[in-house]
């Protein structure tokens, strides 16, 4: 089973960026989707991005297109999220997720491992 660990959050202001990164170990993450998902105070979890394990195909919420760029170094074993043009409602706790054998846009109460998640604040 794959063990995360998910690093890159911080406090920036609106119109700034973060990287995030998800290392994985245990195990390859090629058989995995790779998801970002993030959860803000008194909310739902949401998803954020996907990387497919079968095509590299990337998937992003409404939200975050064309400002969120998913990608994956499989010498690295690590998956990042580039967050660009950062805004207040981004602000949550983001976690990566592995997938086995799945494809993206699974609802996250079905998907078994997780990183323990990074705190991102963007401030106004």
């Known amino acids: 089973e794959v063990q995360l660990q998910a690093s890159g959050g911080g406090l920036v202001q609106a119109g700034g960026s973060l990287r995030l990164s998800c290392a994985a170990s245990g195990s390859t993450f090629d058989d995995y989707a790779m998801s970002w998902f993030r959860q803000a105070p008194g909310k739902e979890r949401e998803a954020v991005s996907c990387?497919?394990?079968?095509?590299?195909?990337?998937y992003y919420a409404d939200s975050v297109s064309g400002r969120f760029t998913i990608s994956s170094d499989n010498a690295k074993n690590t998956v990042y999220l580039q967050m660009n043009s950062l805004k207040p409602e981004d602000t949550g706790v983001y976690y990566c997720?592995?997938?086995?054998?799945?494809?993206?846009?699974?609802?996250?109460?079905?998907?078994?491992?997780w990183g323990q998640g990074t705190l991102v604040t963007v401030s106004s």
């Open positions: 997720a592995a997938d086995k054998m799945a494809p993206c846009g699974r609802s996250w109460f079905l998907i078994g491992s």
């Open positions: 990387i497919s394990s079968s095509d590299f195909r990337r």
